[in-house]
Nanobody, 118 residues
Framework: QVQLVESGGGLVQAGGSLRLSCAAS????????MGWYRQGPGSQRELVAR???????LYADSVKGRFTISRDGAKNTVYLQMNSLKPEDTAVYYC????????????WGQGTQVTVSS
């Protein structure tokens, strides 16, 4: 089992910045993927960014150049630095963890609200 605890959401004006954190605990495989999805009002959940423990990252086109995902392996924590925020970034952001070994189990955080005012 893996538990994920998120923090860092809130209300910010357009053009501002926020930093989300997600700490994983439990049975953490050395090979894993951690990242963030988001779900806006009336929208489907979409991938924002992900980081594989071997070093690769992936971003949604809508956040490239504005968001940066990073991780602290020693703390089993992943961060999402969000700059130049736009009202369309308003959503609940969910952290996730996927084990890199079978059965490739997925775990989810409880979600943190990010609201960007215009």
């Amino acid at each position: 089992q893996v538990q994920l605890v998120e923090s860092g959401g809130g209300l910010v004006q357009a053009g501002g910045s926020l930093r989300l954190s997600c700490a994983a605990s439990g049975i953490i495989t050395s090979l894993n993927t951690m990242g963030w999805y988001r779900q806006g009002p009336g929208s489907q959940r979409e991938l924002v960014a992900r980081s594989v423990s071997v070093g690769t990252t992936l971003y949604a086109d809508s956040v490239k150049g504005r968001f940066t995902i990073s991780r602290d392996g020693a703390k089993n924590t992943v961060y999402l630095q969000m700059n130049s925020l736009k009202p369309e970034d308003t959503a609940v952001y969910y952290c996730y963890f996927t084990s890199g070994v079978r059965p490739f189990q997925n775990y989810w955080g409880q979600g943190t609200q990010v609201t960007v005012s215009s």
